[in-house]
Nanobody, 119 residues
Framework: QVQLVESGGGLVVAGGSLRLACVAS????????MGWFRQAPGQERKFVAS????????YYGDSVKGRFTISRDNAKNTVYLQMNSVKPEDTAVYYC????????????WGQGAQVTVSS
C-alpha cells in the first residue's frame, strides 16, 4: 500500500506560477513511477506529467510542455509539479498517482488538489 497526499493548490492569476507537492508514504520502495493528472469539470481525467521514482526520465502532456516541470526528492518521498505561465484552461483538480514496479497502471491516487486560474 502507498498513501499519497497532495498540497499546494489554490487560486493563481493567469501568467503566474504555482507548485504542487505530493508526499508518498508506505511501500515507497516499490514505486516505479509517479505521475500527475488533472480533471476539469465535465471532462475526463488527463495525463499531465510523470517521472521515474529512481530514474530521471520524465514525460509531459502536450498542453503543458515547456510550462510545467515535474521533479522529485527521494529523501523526502515527495514529487513536485512546478506550474509556470498558467492559463485559465489549467483550472482543474490535480491528482498525483503512483505506479508500482510490478504493474503497468497507476494503482494509487491522492485525494486531489484544486487549482484555479483566474483570467
Amino acid at each position: 500500500q502507498v498513501q499519497l497526499v497532495e498540497s499546494g493548490g489554490g487560486l493563481v492569476v493567469a501568467g503566474g506560477s504555482l507548485r504542487l507537492a505530493c508526499v508518498a508514504s508506505g511501500r515507497t520502495f516499490s514505486i516505479g513511477r509517479m505521475g500527475w493528472f488533472r480533471q476539469a469539470p465535465g471532462q475526463e481525467r488527463k495525463f499531465v506529467a510523470s517521472i521515474g521514482w529512481t530514474s530521471p526520465i520524465s514525460y509531459y502532456g502536450d498542453s503543458v510542455k515547456g510550462r510545467f516541470t515535474i521533479s522529485r526528492d527521494n529523501a523526502k518521498n515527495t514529487v513536485y509539479l512546478q506550474m509556470n505561465s498558467v492559463k485559465p484552461e489549467d483550472t482543474a483538480v490535480y491528482y498525483c498517482a503512483a505506479k508500482m514496479t510490478t504493474t503497468d497502471q497507476y494503482d494509487y491516487w491522492g485525494q486531489g488538489a484544486q487549482v484555479t486560474v483566474s483570467s
